[in-house]
């Protein structure tokens, strides 16, 4: 089956790193985009940025360049997203997505979220 | 940046009505614009693509069109499970943006 699992929900501290992650199964990991995207509570959707497992290239919104750092782990098809310093603005669901094709950078392939918590 | 302002904020539709949900780009993005649909708690499901295209397993009563600034997402009739959150997302232009949603509510 292909699908994206998520890691799950976490609580930390501001001032606190986290890497939450993206295990991918039933396609290959390596031939397309996997994107990025937050839902802060009763918001909308943010794009953060995406990478191409295959080398590891990665793009960013100017919004989330800098503050948030997105990998890869070739080897257990696995995406991840990291904090160095969380902030309390960092709450939100978190969400994986797999892109459509090379042009076609639209996410048809979701996973279910990770709902970050950061608060003192 | 391209913003896309979708509009309205809200619509109140009787199920097996027709809804009509608009998105306006800040500047032109050709066909490149897809739809999202997002039920409470659930992720984002893919529904149009390429203004267009229908995704897979996506019912015929979702249609969209439009091109360069103007797009609009069509549900023919509505079904209970269609009330929910729609989003339009470009990806013509670094970064790709969403718009802010459109609430399909229950009249």
């Known amino acids: 089956e292909v699908q994206l699992v998520q890691s799950g929900a976490e609580v930390k501290k501001p001032g606190e790193s986290l890497k939450i992650s993206c295990k991918t199964s039933?396609?290959?990991?390596?031939?397309?985009?996997i994107g990025w995207v937050r839902q802060k509570p009763g918001k909308g959707l943010e794009w953060m940025g995406i990478?191409?497992?295959?080398?590891?290239?990665?793009r960013y919104s100017p919004s989330f360049q800098g503050q948030v750092i997105i990998s890869a782990d070739r080897s257990i098809s696995t995406a991840y997203l990291q904090w160095s310093s969380l902030k309390a603005s960092d709450s939100a669901i978190y969400y994986c997505?797999?892109?459509?094709?090379?042009?076609?950078?639209?996410?048809?392939?979701w996973g279910h979220g990770t709902m970050v918590t950061v608060s003192s | 940046e391209v913003v896309l302002t979708q509009s309205p904020a809200t619509l109140s539709v009787s199920p097996g009505e027709r809804a009509t949900l608009s998105c306006r780009a800040s500047?032109?993005?050709?066909?490149?614009l897809a739809w999202y649909q997002q039920r409470p708690g659930q992720a984002p499901r893919l529904l149009i693509y390429?203004?267009?295209s229908g995704a897979t397993g996506v019912p015929a009563r979702f249609s969209g069109s439009g091109s360069g600034t103007e797009f609009t997402l069509t549900i023919s009739s509505l079904q209970s499970e269609d009330f929910a959150f729609y989003y339009c997302?470009?990806?013509?232009?670094?970064?790709?943006?969403f718009g802010q949603g459109t609430r399909v509510e229950i009249k």
């Open positions: 997505a797999r892109q459509l094709g090379q042009l076609r950078a639209v996410y048809d392939l």
């Open positions: 039933g396609y290959s990991f390596t031939s397309q985009w």
């Open positions: 990478i191409w497992p295959g080398d590891s290239e990665t």
């Open positions: 500047q032109s993005i050709d066909t490149n």
């Open positions: 390429g203004s267009s």
């Open positions: 997302q470009q990806y013509n232009n670094w970064p790709r943006t």
